[in-house]
């Protein structure tokens, strides 16, 4: 199973400022099957990056992710209101399909 | 409008059953692959199981293996997961996912979860 350690469990900023997130894997992931998610309370998760750094749809282009193997990043570049929430990665590259702890990206 | 749904949660007694379901629609259901994912309360997201779009191939986490099963109905649009054997830590709400193709990809469309709770 591999296992993704996700750092920092919280980052406190400002509107208008740089996220930037990480998500290591325990091994290598296939083919760079890394995914991110926002998740806001209350609400159902929604795909924010496949493929380690493909957009989903209607995703605004603040969003970016990069990385291969283990070290895989998502940063927003200007953070908006809406933006705050929590991201979790996960890897679909192999069963079972684990997801990271999860970030908590809050007001500071 | 692409849409999933969930129902069937509540509450049960340890060592009880319960069978979830997921109406789907908005999209041709046989053609993609669907996931179980679970969230207890506060906590994180936890992948339970996974169907192709055929049918054809399951795979569970280990967790829930021999307890849980997993299964797809074509002529309903309707995904189902068949929990036997309940234990309290098995309390969460239960999302049913669309992967974007198959099995290996990411969840692109999620329901908006039912609660299990597991308790005497």
């Known amino acids: 199973e591999i296992v993704l350690t996700q750092s920092p469990g919280t980052l406190s900023l400002s509107p208008g400022e740089r996220a930037t997130l990480s998500c290591r894997a325990s091994?290598?992931?296939?083919?760079?099957?890394l995914a991110w998610y926002q998740q806001k309370p209350g609400q159902a998760p929604r795909l924010v990056i496949y493929?380690?750094?493909s957009r989903a749809t209607g995703i605004p282009d603040r969003f970016s992710g990069s990385g291969s193997g283990t070290d895989f990043t998502l940063t927003i570049t200007r953070l908006e209101p809406e933006d705050f929430a929590v991201y979790y990665c996960?890897?679909?590259?192999?069963?079972?399909?684990?997801f990271g702890p999860g970030t908590k990206v809050d007001i500071k | 409008e692409v849409q999933l749904l969930e129902s069937g949660g509540g509450l049960v007694q340890p060592g009880g059953s319960l069978r979830l379901s997921c109406a789907a629609s908005?999209?041709?259901?046989?053609?993609?692959?669907m996931s179980w994912v679970r969230q207890p309360p506060g906590k994180g997201l936890e992948w339970v199981s996974a169907?192709?779009?055929?049918?054809?191939?399951?795979y569970y986490a280990d967790s829930v293996k021999g307890r849980f099963t997993i299964s797809r109905d074509k002529s309903k649009n309707t995904l189902y997961l068949q929990m036997n054997s309940l234990r309290a830590e098995d309390t969460a709400v239960y999302y049913c996912?669309?992967?974007?193709?198959?099995?290996?990809?990411?969840?692109?469309?999620w329901g908006q979860g039912t609660m299990v709770t597991v308790s005497s």
């Open positions: 996912a669309k992967h974007r193709i198959v099995v290996g990809d990411a969840f692109d469309i």
């Open positions: 908005g999209f041709t259901f046989s053609s993609y692959a």
């Open positions: 169907i192709s779009g055929s049918g054809g191939s399951t």
């Open positions: 091994q290598s992931v296939r083919s760079s099957y």
């Open positions: 493929g380690a750094s």
């Open positions: 996960q890897q679909y590259g192999s069963s079972p399909f684990t």
